[in-house]
């Protein structure tokens, strides 16, 4: 059998039911737990954002992840998601490497992210490094500076 990473492809929402799935899994993997409302999960940046999104065969979001431009050399990577019933396919990794190459295509030549301390040995296989100690979330989910080079 296919892995998932080989059957679904990573698209960029655009119709305001994709918008729907995105932000909905959006909110399930990163606010919910953390009893944080519906709308907590969007900011400011969104319209100048480049969006990832998979999708399985029912139409549900299954992995999400966002990509923008902090300066004309580095985007930064926020609200990476992957559903837990679909973990550990690749395709968190589809999606980063989708949007990391996006971000080339706009200039970018490194990418800075916020991992949450979970994820930390996620973004190191995807080549990134660990530079420092960031903030806490909700008062209990650490957080560190990665960088990666896009070479
Ligand atoms: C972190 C997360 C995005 C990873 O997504 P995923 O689809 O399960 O990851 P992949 O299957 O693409 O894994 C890619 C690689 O990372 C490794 N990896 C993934 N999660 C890992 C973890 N928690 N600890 C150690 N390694 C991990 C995999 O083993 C794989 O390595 P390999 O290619 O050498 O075998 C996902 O677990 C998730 O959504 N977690 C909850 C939300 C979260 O913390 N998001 C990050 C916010 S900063």
């Not at 899994?25 to 953390?34: A, G, N, S, T, Y």
């Not at 990134?128 to 080079?149: A, C, D, P, V």
Request: with cysteine; glycine share 8%.
């Amino acid at each position: 059998m296919l892995p998932l990473s080989e059957k679904y492809k990573v698209i960029e929402p655009l119709t305001e039911e994709e918008f729907d799935q995105y932000f909905l899994l959006r909110w399930k993997v990163l606010r919910k737990p953390w009893n944080q409302p519906p709308g907590s999960e969007v900011d400011f940046n969104e319209a100048t954002s480049m969006h990832g999104l998979i999708l399985n065969s029912h139409g549900k979001a299954i992995a999400v992840c966002r990509i923008e431009m902090r300066d004309v050399l580095t985007a930064q990577v926020r609200y990476m998601a992957v559903s837990e019933e679909v973990r550990g396919q690749g395709l968190g990794r589809k999606i980063l490497h989708y949007l990391e190459k996006k971000a080339k295509n706009k200039g970018a030549r490194r990418v800075y992210l916020d991992a949450r301390e979970n994820a930390v040995d996620f973004y190191v296989s995807c080549g990134y490094r660990n530079i420092k100690t960031s903030y806490l979330l909700f008062g209990e989910i650490q957080h560190y500076g990665m960088e990666k080079s896009l070479g």
